[in-house]
């Protein structure tokens, strides 16, 4: 196993959307083993495709070199917004997620993003990182019906940029 100081991050490509689907999808089931599957692989591919990736940066974390490099982690990151953020599970609690929305709040004045109430992981890690619940819904306005909570993170006039 590499150390974690061969961890780096880079701007995604369209080849590696595919990769970037399929860590979604095992993140997120790892989770939330009981989420339902409203998607296949190939419409989670599709997604990031037509939807995040023409709206937002989207930042690989990869370990290894340019000739053997496999995915860990990444942010789809625009304007005021986390889009999406995952991890392998294999490599949370190692910094890769905070790496990765480090890039994101780098300049920036504020960020918000949307996770699952049940998502408890989630939720400690961006308290951690200084985002704050701003809002919470029943899950009446997500495809998941899964009740949802808005956070949002400020830089305060004390934080170096």
Known sequence: ????????????????LAAVAALHRLSLFDAMPDMPRLH?????VRFYEEVVSPRAEIWLAVDGD???ESLVGFIA????WVEQLYVDPAHQ??????RLLARAMNGAE???LWTFV???PARRFYAARGFEVERTTDGADN?????????CWRRSSHQSR
């Open 1 to 16: 196993m590499r150390s974690e100081g061969a961890v780096s991050l880079r701007r995604a490509r369209r080849e590696d």
């Open 40 to 44: 296949t692989l190939q419409e989670t």
């Open 66 to 68: 340019a000739d053997e």
């Open 77 to 80: 990151f625009r304007p005021g």
């Open 93 to 98: 609690g190692r910094g890769v997620g905070s």
């Open 110 to 112: 504020s960020l918000r």
């Open 118 to 120: 049940r998502n408890l």
């Open 143 to 151: 495809e998941e019906g899964e009740p949802d909570i808005l956070f």
